[in-house]
């Protein structure tokens, strides 16, 4: 059954997923909530990262809707959300990757990137699954980002995108491929996630997870979405969350 859409939309906010995250309470159980915001003044990254969210320029958004405890696919949240965000993009006409576990690249450079967060909430739990995309930023506008960054516009001959058009495409998307995951899980999106991911076999790989810094080579992917790495010693290491650092990036 197509589930319900309510939206919340602010002109400033600080983030969307903090937002989100304090009012729960607003959110209808079975349906899908969209909250969305032309700037934020404190945008989240993951980890410690901020997310630079200027005015009028991207998305940002966070899709939050509820999910039984025992759903055994919710770590795939974030990376069903990357596959909704470039099939939109393809649809577009843009050619993104997906850096693992899920950023949205352009020309190798990160278009997008989510913020996946979850909450129990009388029982269950709530998803607050935040992106942020890079529409029409103006190069001036990254000076601040260390990172090598872009966006719909910069790869698109720098022709402006409507913003509302493509936050209401994305969430079409996301409703599309959130009906299939409810049912069945991350394994329908596996194979457009395993074409678009960047990474080539037996790449070497820096990669950062909670308590480590890696350095080895890209194997392969499993079914549920983790990570293989080669390590100098051998051993084929599982990462289910954690941070691939291009030795040639910086980062912020
Ligand atoms: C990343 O570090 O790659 C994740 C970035 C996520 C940014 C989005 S913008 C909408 C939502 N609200 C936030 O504060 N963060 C996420």
New binding site residues.
Partial sequence: MKKTINRYHFAAI?????W?KQNTHLFDPTGVSL???EK?I??????T???V?PAEH?????FCFFIPKDFSHLHNVAQLLAVSASRMMESRGFRPKLKWP??IMLSEK?A????CEIQEVQGIYCV?A????NVNMPKESMFEIEQQVTSLFLENGEKTLNVEEVVQDLLRHFCEDLDVFLKEGFAPMLRFYQEHLMHQEMQQMRFRDAKNQWKGNFHSLNADGSLNILLPSGEIKRFTAGEYTNPKERRG
Avoid: E, H
């Fill in positions: 600080d983030s969307t997923n903090s989100a909250v969305t915001a934020q404190s945008g989240r990254g993951r980890g990262n901020r997310w969210s991207n998305v940002y958004a966070s899920n950023d990160k997008g990137g989510i913020l607050v935040g992106i942020g995309l």
